[in-house]
């Protein structure tokens, strides 16, 4: 075989066809810096900055909702408890 310098290997000097050496049990994954990703990884950031966007809205709008809840129901004890003082003690 020939050397990646197109040169005959030299003694432990070992011939590299584009892959890397892999142990048994080993995945030839891409590492995820790797050219091959970019545009795949531009559209997930895209995708995800949409979606965390659009869920951090809606949790802003549950908070807000969830406040208006709790002082609704805080009005509602005070009428109560304001009726309660009303009714004829026994």
Known sequence: EMSDDGN????????????????????????ADHPAYQRLQ?????QLTGQNSRVSLQLREKNEELKKLVSHRE?????????QQQLPKP
Request: aromatic fraction near 14%; avoid cysteine; proline fraction near 8%.
């Open 8 to 31: 005959p290997p030299e003694d432990g000097e070992e011939v590299q066809d584009g892959e890397e050496d892999f142990e048994d049990g080993d995945f030839p994954f891409l590492k």
């Open 42 to 46: 531009k559209a997930w950031e895209i």
């Open 75 to 83: 009005e509602i004890g005070v009428t109560l408890y304001g009726a």
